[in-house]
């Protein structure tokens, strides 16, 4: 069993940064004993749908979606316990819940989410 915490959520003013942290309680891409496609950072908005934001392969690979491309970064430590996502210019429309989970070959896992709210 893998726990995963965000933490890094808040207020923040519109053309600001926020990184957020996704904490592993191991090495989430140890293709070993994990089976995962990616992890990814979601974010849902009152009344949305889920939407991905962006995602890491075990191999590192990484991609994100039109809408934060250019602005948000998903990276990792080289732990591998470790997933950010570095937000940048953020927008009021960026405003949602923000959860980490990983989408499975076999292994799902996901956090509680951490709030990040764009307002001036």
């Known amino acids: 069993q893998v726990q995963l915490v965000e933490s890094g959520g808040g207020l923040v003013h519109p053309g600001g940064s926020q990184r957020l942290v996704c904490a592993a309680s191991r090495n989430i891409f140890d293709i070993t004993v994990i089976s995962i496609k990616h992890l990814g950072w979601y974010r849902q908005a009152p009344g949305n749908q889920r939407e991905l934001v962006a995602a890491?392969?075990?191999?590192?690979?990484?991609n994100d979606t039109d809408s934060v491309k250019c602005r948000f970064t998903i990276s990792r430590d080289n732990a591998k316990t470790m997933v950010y996502l570095q937000m940048n210019n953020l927008e009021p429309e960026d405003t949602a819940d923000y959860y980490c989970?990983?989408?499975?070959?076999?292994?799902?896992?996901w956090g509680q989410g951490t709030q990040v709210t764009v307002s001036s």
């Open positions: 989970k990983t989408v499975p070959y076999t292994d799902c896992y």
């Open positions: 890491i392969s075990p191999d590192g690979s990484t």
